[in-house]
Nanobody, 110 residues
Framework: VQLQACGGGLVQAGGSLRLSCAAS????????MGWYRQAPGKQREFVAG???????TYADSVKGRFTISRDNAKNMVYLQMTSLKPEDTAVYYC?????WGQGTLVTVSS
């Protein structure tokens, strides 16, 4: 399993970013996918998930601001993040819920 996340960066509070994750090494259409994040000094936490059929779920802290989506033809999963807050600063990881990618850093300045 390989999960290559990208799209992180430095953004001001209130801004937006779109994370992308390229998945390979497994049958993408057979797996639910998710995004997790880990802030400095904190445990990794669930952010958003999407089932094989496209049903989504979100952590309360990002509900209404983040949108997870997937493109089964391209083996890609995305996380559109809007209205970013400093507390969203973290390394974001793409996941199959049993495997994680290398992460991409999102830094939100106040």
């Amino acid at each position: 399993v390989q999960l290559q996340a990208c799209g992180g960066g430095l953004v001001q509070a209130g801004g937006s970013l779109r994370l992308s994750c390229a998945a390979s090494g497994f049958i993408f259409t057979m797996r639910a996918m998710g995004w997790y994040r880990q802030a400095p000094g904190k445990q990794r936490e669930f952010v958003a998930g999407i089932t094989r059929s496209g049903a989504t779920t979100y952590a309360d802290s990002v509900k209404g601001r983040f949108t997870i989506s997937r493109d089964n033809a391209k083996n890609m999963v995305y996380l559109q993040m809007t209205s970013l807050k400093p507390e969203d600063t973290a390394v974001y990881y793409c996941s199959t819920f049993t495997d994680w990618g290398q992460g991409t850093l999102v830094t939100v300045s106040s």
